[in-house]
Nanobody, 119 residues
């Protein structure tokens, strides 16, 4: 299973970016998908998650600014990020909890995509 993330870049404060992450390989189905971020010297933190049924969860500081969505048929998750702040600068990772058959599942991570917000 591979997760390919894209969409990062450099944007001014107040701007928007849309991250995408597509899962491929031996996939029976995917339960939860999510986005996490990490800055140097800090632990990776949850940004947003979404279940297969569409239930979402967000880090408090991004509520109202970020929106997570997914397409189950295409095994893809997106993160729409609006009103970006310099504090959102980080390496963003996607994660998926993938069932490769009815009995076996694991977490898989994408390679990370850099988001830099200038003030």
């Amino acid at each position: 299973v591979q997760l390919q993330a894209s969409g990062g870049g450099l944007v001014q404060a107040g701007g928007s970016l849309r991250l995408s992450c597509a899962a491929s390989g031996s996939i029976f189905n995917i339960r939860d998908m999510g986005w996490y971020r990490q800055t140097p010297g800090k632990q990776r933190e949850l940004v947003a998650t979404i279940t297969a049924g569409g239930r979402t969860n967000y880090k408090d500081s991004v509520k109202g600014r970020f929106t997570i969505s997914r397409n189950n048929a295409e095994n893809t998750v997106w993160l729409q990020m609006n009103s970006l702040k310099p504090g959102d600068t980080a390496l963003y990772y996607c994660k998926a909890y993938v069932y490769q058959n009815m009995w076996s599942a694991s977490d898989y991570w994408g390679q990370g995509t850099q988001v830099t917000v200038s003030s």
